[in-house]
């Protein structure tokens, strides 16, 4: 089945750690998206890619990094320069990222990550 | 960036239709309005999108004013699994680039 696959579906980080969530899409989409959730908010974009080897910082991006090296793939890093990290993330794929304003947005299941 | 207004919180008998409103009185000509909903700790799954004609599909219906300035999405014949919050958003793109812009979402809920 196509779709988007985010793991771990639970993560617990450290003080001083940086942790790596994995997203993977079979979709074939160029365009890959990391939001972020609070509990009762919506969603805030963290960071996007509209193709590999190119990413832009979203509203949020302080504390996190990313790389896009593979299509299908788009890993986001939580390093330990953020300090609230403790939130649920949401990985999401399209079909293009440029000009066409038609697209549909698919999301993975998410991980939440929560600070021991 | 367009930003979207919608109720916090509705209820809808079950069986009945759920119409649920949303503004975005700053859309641009080329925006297109989006809804998705979020059921619990899952990612928020796409219903419906629409720029300026009514849309239906299996799931909903979108009704969006003449002006543009805002829409409703309609759910039919509203079922228990129905339950979950319902994102209005707008796609803009700047500097070549999308964002969904989000706003707080409806928590719709759907009464036996």
């Known amino acids: 089945d196509g779709g988007i696959t985010q793991s771990p579906k639970y993560l617990f980080r450290k003080e001083g750690q940086n942790v790596t969530l994995s997203c993977e899409q079979n979709l074939n989409h160029d365009a890959m998206y990391w939001y972020r959730q609070d509990p009762g908010q919506g969603l805030r974009l963290i960071y996007y890619s509209q193709i590999v080897n190119d990413f832009q910082k979203g509203d949020i991006a302080e504390g996190y990094s990313v790389s896009r090296e593979k299509k299908e793939s788009f890993p986001l890093t939580v390093t330990s320069a953020q300090k609230n990290p403790t939130a649920f993330y949401l990985c999401a794929s399209s079909q293009r990222g440029t000009g066409g304003l038609n697209e549909k947005l698919f999301f993975g299941s998410g991980t939440q990550l929560s600070v021991l | 960036d367009a930003k979207t207004t919608q109720p916090p919180s509705m209820d809808c008998a079950e069986g009945r239709a759920a119409n649920l409103p949303c503004n975005h009185s700053?859309?641009?000509?080329?925006?297109?309005v989006y809804w998705y909903r979020q059921i619990h700790s899952q990612g928020p799954q796409y219903i419906i999108h629409g720029l300026k004609n009514n849309e239906t599909n299996e799931m909903a219906s979108l009704i969006i004013t003449e002006d543009r300035k805002s829409s409703t999405l309609i759910l039919p014949h509203a079922t228990l699994r129905d339950t979950a919050v319902y994102y209005c958003?707008?796609?803009?793109?700047?500097?070549?680039?999308?964002?969904?812009?989000f706003g707080q979402g409806t928590r719709l809920t759907i009464n036996p």
């Open positions: 958003i707008v796609r803009v793109v700047i500097q070549g680039a999308q964002k969904l812009v």
């Open positions: 700053t859309i641009s000509g080329n925006e297109y």
